[in-house]
């Protein structure tokens, strides 16, 4: 069975995203889409489980795909779930360099581990999930740039959040 971890933050999941693992779904047997732990990015708007929640509701209609979360290296969790390749999606010749380093890295730590790139498709080029977010915050449009089913879901987290933050403004 060929198997395939998909790592992201995902904060949150993105119509790039969701191509990425639409496409990766063909190639693969099983996809494991896995929420993790960036220390290196801020704070993250959403917590680890609404991210995987929303990934559930958005990728429901893919069979072989899995979602879950993970916090540590990615090669351990790879070994873990018995997985010899991941999937890296890729919008530009920046996030190219990138994600190569990191490939090259985790050949030296795993020479059996093999990283995929997948090219986004054009018409998501431009989206991230921080744009997504900044969007959603101030109430801009985010129809188009997130899976229909999750749009409600970011608005009513969101407004929660704007909620406890004007609380506490006041308090």
Do not use: W
């Amino acid at each position: 069975m060929r198997k395939a971890v998909c790592p992201g933050s995902f904060d949150p999941v993105t119509l790039g995203h969701l191509d990425i693992f639409e496409r990766a779904s063909l190639m693969f047997d099983e996809v494991i889409i896995s929420v993790f732990v960036n220390p290196t990015k801020d704070k993250a708007m959403f917590t680890m489980k609404e991210r995987v929640n929303m990934i559930k509701k958005a990728t429901a209609h893919i069979p072989n795909v899995k979602v879950t979360s993970f916090s540590g290296l990615l090669n351990d969790f790879c070994k873990q779930q018995g997985a010899n390749f991941i999937i890296r999606g890729l919008r530009a010749f920046s996030d190219f360099e990138y994600e190569f380093q990191r490939a090259l890295l985790i050949k030296k730590i795993n020479k059996d581990l093999e990283t995929v790139f997948i090219m986004t498709n054009a018409q998501y080029s431009y989206l991230s999930s921080s744009s997504v977010r900044e969007l959603a915050y101030f109430d801009g449009q985010i129809a188009g740039l997130v899976p229909a089913c999750i749009e409600e879901d970011i608005k009513n987290i969101l407004a929660k959040i704007k909620a406890k933050k004007i609380t506490k403004e006041k308090g």
